[in-house]
């Protein structure tokens, strides 16, 4: 909520969808943490939700242009679309089997999460603005929690990865935040 307030306070034009998709993460995270399996369906909406909301947040700083201006081919982008498919391969392989009864759902949240990834690095290759680091680190926090909060859940529970994932978490999400606040185009030299 701390990180709300931050945006809504120093941002120059607050977009409510912001503090909407983060309001539906803590939700979201509340119930994965209560029970995972017993809330699976709420909290694979949540995720999809928020995966989408951000995804349209971010539409505005990635243009075809820079899709097709060779951005898509550059080296960082290749390994990181390779990097993030083999992390969602081993997603589910992970989670398939525990998961049968809701594949629709979890392919989803799959391909949510993945166009959300591969958006921000793209936003972050083309470096027509500035603080797209800060996309950069969101997409891997991102990458980072939802894989090992899988692993926590589903296979071998522990509390220093209930701490990694919080930490993890609250920095994609104060960095996502920081983005909207301070991102501006860069200019032409």
Known sequence: MSIIAIYCNYSRDVNF???ISMCIMLVTDVLAYINFVKYYMPVSIGLILFYIINIFLLKDFITIKDIKSGVSKSPPVIISIVLIGYLIF????????KMVFSIGLFVLVLVSLFLFVVISFFIYAADRYEKTV???IVA???LFANAVFIINELYYYDKL???LINVSD???YYLFAGFFIETKLKRLS
């Open 161 to 163: 990865f209930i701490v």
């Open 17 to 19: 969808w912001i503090p």
């Open 134 to 136: 800060y996309l950069f």
């Open 90 to 97: 081993f997603i589910v392989d992970v989670v398939l089997p």
């Open 170 to 172: 609250a920095l994609g």
């Open 140 to 142: 891997y926090c991102v």
